[in-house]
């Protein structure tokens, strides 16, 4: 898929007319899922927007508990209705446990597109055997989206998503606010007089493959996330960031 640097997460946002700021700031991927409960609010932000519904790109993600062959299709149907959308941009599996089985369905969800429910299928928070498997039995991976910001990434799903070709969308690029204090990030911050959230959401989007879709709600810092993808880091700060040592995931299996 061809997806902005820089789009819109949802999780916990409440108010629609956020969703409607994020789209007049110019926000054209969106994504939620059913365990964010806040479907119909996306949808609504959509709904009173003046861009026009096709040119966003609408995500949403199927929770654990509708992954079985049988759930699929009216799970799908119902964040369709939630959303008031009649078809799917990119619909992801959440996360392969409860009723996941890739044998079962995955296949479940390539009918979805085959009956025009969703235009793309992508997974989440997938490790590289799994994702291997998952190839057996998709017509390919839209998108992978993991956790991703300088003080978690894992190099083997990043080289995953280079080889195969596919956008690895990070969420939580800055880290649930903890890069805001870290001395590296914020002395890089302090080199280009910008803020150490635009830094980082620099170097996430400085990686070939990679997008981000970090959370706001301020028109002041939607803007300011937008614009944070033109930011240029130097080889030495990208590493510099690189060598950041790493700390346990925000959003552990």
Not at 101 to 130: C, I, K, M, W, Y
Not at 136 to 147: M, N, P, S
């Amino acid at each position: 898929m061809d997806l902005p640097p820089v789009g819109l997460g949802t999780m916990g946002i409440e108010d629609e007319a956020v969703v409607r700021t994020a789209i007049d700031c110019g926000y054209r991927h969106l994504d939620t899922a059913q365990i964010y409960d806040n479907e119909r609010t996306v949808g609504a932000g959509i709904a009173s927007a003046e861009t026009d519904r096709v040119d966003l790109t609408v995500a949403t993600k199927l929770w654990i508990d509708a992954l079985g062959a049988t759930a699929v299709r009216p799970a799908t149907e119902a964040s369709l209705d939630r959303l008031g959308l009649d078809a799917i941009d990119l619909l992801y599996i959440h996360r392969p446990r409860g009723d996941y089985d890739p044998e079962t369905t995955l296949p479940a969800v390539e009918a979805l597109r085959e009956r025009g429910l969703t235009e793309h299928v992508g997974l989440s928070n997938f490790d590289p055997d799994q994702l291997a498997v998952a190839r057996d039995h998709l017509d390919g991976i839209a998108a992978h989206q993991v956790e991703f910001h300088p003080l978690f990434w894992r190099e083997p799903l990043l080289a995953d998503a280079q080889k195969h070709g596919y956008p690895l969308v990070a969420y939580a690029p800055l880290a649930g606010g903890r890069v805001f204090e870290n001395p590296t990030i914020v002395d890089i911050a302090d080199q280009h007089n910008t803020s150490p959230a635009a830094v980082s959401i620099a170097w996430v989007t400085s990686y070939e493959n990679v997008v981000t879709i970090p959370k706001a709600s301020s028109r002041s810092h939607l803007e300011a996330n937008l614009a944070a993808a033109d930011l240029e880091l130097t080889d030495a700060e990208i590493a510099r960031i690189e060598a950041i040592e790493r700390e346990e995931e925000l959003f552990p299996e």
